[in-house]
Nanobody, 128 residues
């Protein structure tokens, strides 16, 4: 049974940092591309960052590039998202997801429909 469990969300002031974690189980973690998505109230789910299984490269959505870092520890079956210089517009529910796609050509932030497994989400709230 596949499980993705996010943690590390919370409330922080603008300019602060948080590190999200996603513990994966029930499948071969290292053989899937992993991504972070977020969804704010009244808005569509949007991609934040992805690690391509095929070559280990990473891709970030423009609003978070330079502030967020995605990484994974295959020995711990865990995905991370280090978020620095947080802004109020980063407030959202954050989800991790796993995809059987090894990479996307041209390189891009994939659509949510490309992902097979999803976690329940962890809330991030950034106050001004």
């Amino acid at each position: 049974q596949v499980q993705l469990v996010e943690s590390g969300g919370g409330s922080v002031q603008a300019g602060g940092s948080l590190r999200l974690s996603c513990a994966a189980s029930g499948y071969t973690f290292s053989r899937y591309s992993m991504g972070w998505f977020r969804q704010a109230p009244g808005k569509e789910r949007e991609g934040v960052a992805v690690i391509y299984h095929g070559d280990g490269s990473t891709y970030y959505d423009v609003p978070v590039k330079g502030r967020f870092t995605i990484s994974q520890d295959n020995a711990k079956n865990t995905l991370y998202l280090q978020m620095n210089s947080l802004k109020p517009e980063d407030t959202a529910m954050y989800y991790c997801a796993a995809s059987q796609f090894s990479m996307w050509i041209p390189p891009r932030m994939p659509a949510a429909t490309d992902f097979d497994f999803w976690g329940q989400g962890t809330q991030v709230t950034v106050s001004s």
